[in-house]
């Protein structure tokens, strides 16, 4: 993984440290997705729902901030494009939802 992917995985992991509105299992969650996601492997899209479901939690406490950072992630290779476009659209919709939709 270049550099700058690795330092955008860090990133995006101390962001879902300071994020409220998550428990510390979720939070362990987040992180765990983040690195699966980076790994581009077929468990980075099961890392897509994850993160999908807990971003309604977080939208207004640095969520935004977290989906800038784990969209670039994803899509830091030429060979993740299909799956960073998956990923955003998962991550996108879960910004638009309502928070009492997460599960």
Do not use: F, Y
């Not at 879902?16 to 980076?38: P, Q």
């Not at 492997?41 to 309604?56: G, H, Q």
């Not at 977080?58 to 969520?63: A, S, Y």
Request: include cysteine; charged fraction near 25%; hydrophobic fraction near 50%.
């Amino acid at each position: 993984m270049p550099w700058w992917t690795a330092a955008k995985v860090i990133a995006a992991k101390a962001m879902a440290d300071e994020l409220e509105g998550l428990n510390d299992a979720e939070r362990l969650l987040v992180k765990a997705s983040i690195d699966d996601i980076a790994a581009d492997t077929p468990m980075s899209e099961v890392a897509a729902v994850r993160i999908k479901k807990l971003m309604p939690k977080v939208l207004t406490t640095g969520g935004e901030v977290l989906r800038k950072l784990i969209v670039d992630v994803a899509s830091e290779q030429p060979r993740k494009c299909s799956r960073a476009t998956e990923i955003h659209v998962h991550v996108a919709m879960a910004a638009s939802a309502p928070s009492a939709a997460v599960v």
